[in-house]
């Protein structure tokens, strides 16, 4: 009985999932919870070599998966990308958008280059793949688009720069798909990580200080790691959030209220 009531809130049997960035990091911990919780997921990053890893661990784990290479930087290239995407699987059920560019010079050092890539990558990327899904998912009456976040949305701190303010307009594009859209049964929602060890704070992760401070400010005495993401995804791509969206959950250990 207890398996029956949690897989009717929490499974993913017959949905598929997209998830960007999901070759590593944070994404690449959230395609494989996706795909235990039972979604057919396909993975779309730009590393080959990290894309066939991903997919071939799933594989063995049990679960369907595929990959897609391709380049979220340009407007072509992400609907090149969904395009591929959705000719695996179908179209998905679940867009988690996990791909992000952390270039973060000062503000008053930022070029145009630098601001364009920013929000190519992290910003106009999930908006038009919300563009392309989200009025599919409404038709069939589910769909979930999940965004991963920054505590940069909110405050600026280590360099915010653009990145930050990417990452605020992500957390309001997710409002704005939850009010397009959520009347048809479509939530959006953005996860809010605090400081994590992964790939992209490489940099940050070069000053041992700087990273022991950063986990001091958390309530649980430690950083984020990429499996720290996997419940509250699952919960925000299942039936169980259905009556959540247009939220900023934040995954942080407690960053953001200490």
């Known amino acids: 009985m207890t398996d029956a009531y949690l897989s009717s809130l929490f499974s993913l049997d ?27 997921v396909v993975v779309l990053a730009r590393r080959e070599a990290e894309l066939d890893d991903t997919v071939a661990e799933l594989r063995a784990d049990g679960c369907t998966a ?17 395009d591929a995407a959705a000719a695996v699987f179908g179209e998905p059920d679940v867009v988690v958008s996990s791909a992000g560019i952390n270039l973060r010079p000062p503000l008053g050092e930022t070029d145009d280059a630098t601001w364009d890539a920013t929000m190519a990558v992290n910003l106009e990327a999930p908006y038009l793949l919300g563009q392309r899904f989200g009025p599919g998912m409404a038709e069939r009456g589910f769909g979930r688009l999940i965004h991963v976040s920054s505590q940069q949305a ?5 360099q915010s720069g653009v990145y930050g303010v ?5 957390e309001s594009l997710a409002r704005s798909q939850a009010e397009a859209w ?25 000053d041992p200080a700087r990273v022991e401070a950063l986990a001091a400010r958390t309530m649980v005495g430690r950083n984020g790691l990429a499996e720290d993401f996997t419940g509250a995804a699952v919960f925000l791509a299942s039936s169980a959030s259905a009556y959540v969206t247009g939220q900023a959950l934040h995954v942080d250990g407690g ?4």
């Open 166 to 170: 990417s990452k605020g307009g992500l």
């Open 255 to 258: 960053f953001s209220v200490h």
């Open 14 to 40: 017959g949905r598929v999932a997209l998830v960007t960035g999901g070759s590593s990091g944070i994404g690449r911990a959230i395609a494989g919870a996706l795909a235990h919780a039972g979604a057919r």
């Open 66 to 82: 595929d990959r897609v290479s391709a380049d979220l930087g340009t407007r072509d290239g992400v609907r090149a990308a969904a």
């Open 182 to 206: 959520s009347g048809r049964g479509v939530t959006a929602n953005t996860l809010v990580p605090g400081f994590v060890l992964t790939p992209l704070n490489a940099r940050l992760q070069s």
């Open 154 to 158: 909110h405050r600026a701190f280590v």
